[in-house]
């Protein structure tokens, strides 16, 4: 460094004790160990809780959660590490996640305000409903709601010849055939790291209407089942009001919509809502709703967070018809309202620009 030094006056700027190693860091003018630089600088591994390694480079390489900045090695994206099925955090070395026994696991969090069985989740299907009505949008008929399994879900959307569209990874369905399936008639118990004692129910799904049903993957946190429901109770809506077959940008972008401001109205005080998407189906003399929340007090920061979440997925989703179709829904809506964009969809099929 172009210095005379004692020998007991090179010290490490960290533990103090004098560097007599050959090698050694520096950072600006101040002198480590390289165990000590490494310990507060080296990244650690969220997942395994070890120091990132080095790439093949001579970098540190590593992997990051865009929303939760979760960092954690590249190779636990290939070694099964369990990731949860709602916020998409991965499963430290320290922590326990749910298994919900269909090759899904829910973190403790997520698991904390899970909706389990169709009678725990009909409160917030009618709470999400009486959103619906208070944008001037009511249902005519009632729409069954059953709360499903994996497996459940799946048959079901096998059996459906014709529908909405649905996402890859299908968690909620707009039934439009008649059907059986089965539905989850009893919370499940806790048991370990499992579920135990499922108490299911084969129901016969008969059509009185253009909609037979609306069905949601159990297991979920509220805010996210609330959510896949007001997704779906959309499809029902426009299909009970008589709107065209719509492609999958239209229709998938406008309940994506749909699914965004119920997501805004619960997790955002109402000074800090977007009044003009939100309100603007309603009729003038109702020019505001109140939140659905259907939490006493309103929710937890974690939960709020969540919310946050769910909804930076639906804003930053990279398919067509969910992600493109979201934005372009979004913005047509942030531009003419709700209503005026509805009865433009109806008259043209297509969003105005």
């Not at 037979?212 to 009970?240: D, F």
């Not at 939140?291 to 939960?303: A, F, L, M, Y």
């Not at 969540?306 to 934005?327: K, P, W």
Request: include cysteine; glycine fraction near 8%; proline fraction near 6%.
């Amino acid at each position: 460094m172009g210095i005379y030094w004692h020998p007991q006056c090179f010290r490490c700027s960290s533990c103090k004790h004098p560097i007599r190693d050959t090698e050694f860091t520096l950072l600006g003018t101040d002198l480590y160990h390289k165990l000590c630089y490494k310990e507060p600088h080296h990244p650690k591994c969220d997942v395994c809780l070890q120091f990132i390694p080095t790439n093949s480079c001579g970098l540190i390489e590593y992997r990051a959660h865009p929303f939760w900045g979760q960092k954690y090695c590249p190779l636990h994206e290939e070694d099964r590490t369990p990731r949860c099925c709602s916020c998409e955090k991965m499963e430290p070395r320290n922590t326990k996640y749910m298994s919900l026994g269909d090759g899904r696991s829910l973190c403790m969090e997520c698991l904390g305000s899970a909706v389990m069985d169709t009678g725990e989740c009909q409160p917030l299907y009618h709470s999400i409903r009486d959103y619906y009505e208070g944008m001037n949008m009511k249902l005519d008929q009632q729409i069954p709601m059953l709360l499903v399994e994996w497996q459940a879900l799946n048959e079901a959307m096998e059996g459906e010849s014709k529908g909405p569209h649905h996402m890859p990874e299908t968690r909620g369905l707009c039934l439009s055939e008649e059907q059986t399936v089965s539905s989850i008639l009893r919370r499940p118990r806790i048991g370990g790291n499992r579920l135990l004692d499922m108490r299911t129910q084969p129901q016969k799904l008969t059509r009185i209407c253009e909609v037979t049903a609306i069905l949601v993957l159990y297991g979920l946190p509220r805010l996210l089942t609330g959510s896949i429901l007001a997704h779906e109770l959309m499809h029902g809506w426009l299909c009970l009001k008589g709107f065209r077959k719509l492609n999958a940008e239209i229709e998938g972008g406008i309940c994506q919509v749909m699914s965004y401001l119920w997501l805004e109205s619960e997790i955002l005080p109402s000074s800090s809502r977007h009044a003009q998407p939100s309100s603007s189906y309603a009729s003038s003399s109702s020019s505001s709703y109140p939140p659905t929340s259907s939490k006493k007090g309103g929710i937890s920061h974690t939960e709020n967070k969540l919310g946050e979440f769910f909804m930076h997925q639906i804003a930053n989703d990279t398919s067509r018809a969910y992600g493109d179709g979201f934005r372009t829904a979004y913005a047509a809506v942030n531009k003419y309202g709700l209503r005026q964009t509805l009865n433009h969809i109806r008259l043209t099929g297509g969003f105005p620009v």
